[in-house]
């Protein structure tokens, strides 16, 4: 299985903040790497499809990028429905498989 | 408007086998254009895919519990299903159905999750 490791597993950041989370494979999945948002309660929402493409609805401030085993979600203008945890997950291989989850937080 | 629905019995004790359905609505399990899939969540943990079904009935499972699940679709009314016997209390998680685009890969559209625990 490919393994995904974020970095950090959580961060604090105000209302304003442009924020960064990386997701790193353990062998290339090329473009096939993906984002989602979770809020407390509710079910992953996709926010970035083949790591760069926005997903319909998905506010500009939110933007992937990265190829092969390094990639990187980055926040800018944090706004108060950001904060929630994110994960990344990968469909180059099955079974797909998902980062443990990065959980943003207010400071 | 796509919507995805699980249902099934909250509750299984251990060494039973679990059951749940997904009602989809918004567009027809009965499309080469996706997959639908099942993710599991147990509390405070990550998410971990078990598999997908495509409207043929063809499968792609996670072979760590490949041993233990199935899955069915039933394009006559719009629905799939997961089977997963033998459960232990590891199994606990909510349990989501999930539309699979095929095109981009990605997990586009997810139901709102129903948690199963497993305890006698």
């Known amino acids: 299985d490919i393994l995904l490791t974020q970095s950090p597993s959580s961060l604090s950041a105000s209302v304003g903040d442009r924020v960064t989370i990386t997701c790193r494979t353990s062998?290339?999945?090329?473009?096939?790497l993906y984002w989602y948002q979770q809020k407390v309660g509710q079910a992953p929402k996709l926010l970035i499809y083949?790591?760069?493409s926005l997903h319909s609805g998905v506010s500009s401030r939110f933007r992937g990028s990265g190829y092969g085993t390094d990639f990187t979600l980055t926040i800018s203008n944090l706004q108060p429905e950001d904060f929630a945890t994110y994960f990344c997950?990968?469909?180059?291989?099955?079974?797909?498989?998902f980062g443990q989850g990065t959980k943003v937080d207010l400071k | 408007q796509v919507h995805l629905q699980e249902s099934g019995p909250g509750l299984v004790k251990p060494s039973e086998t679990l059951s749940l359905t997904c009602t989809v609505s918004?567009?027809?399990?009965?499309?080469?254009?996706?997959?639908w899939s099942w993710i599991r969540q147990p509390p405070g943990k990550g998410l971990e895919w078990i598999g997908h079904?495509?409207?043929?009935?063809?499968?792609k499972l996670n072979p760590s519990l490949e041993s233990r699940v199935s899955f069915s679709v039933d394009t006559s009314i719009n629905q799939f299903s997961l089977t997963l016997r033998s459960v232990t209390a590891a199994d606990t998680a909510v349990y989501y159905c999930?539309?699979?685009?095929?095109?981009?890969?990605?997990?586009?559209?997810w139901g709102q999750g129903a948690l199963v625990t497993v305890s006698s």
């Open positions: 918004g567009v027809s399990v009965n499309s080469a254009a996706y997959y």
């Open positions: 062998q290339s999945v090329d473009k096939y």
């Open positions: 999930v539309r699979d685009e095929d095109g981009l890969a990605a997990f586009d559209y």
């Open positions: 079904i495509f409207y043929d009935g063809r499968t």
């Open positions: 997950q990968q469909s180059f291989n099955s079974p797909r498989t």
């Open positions: 083949v790591a760069s």
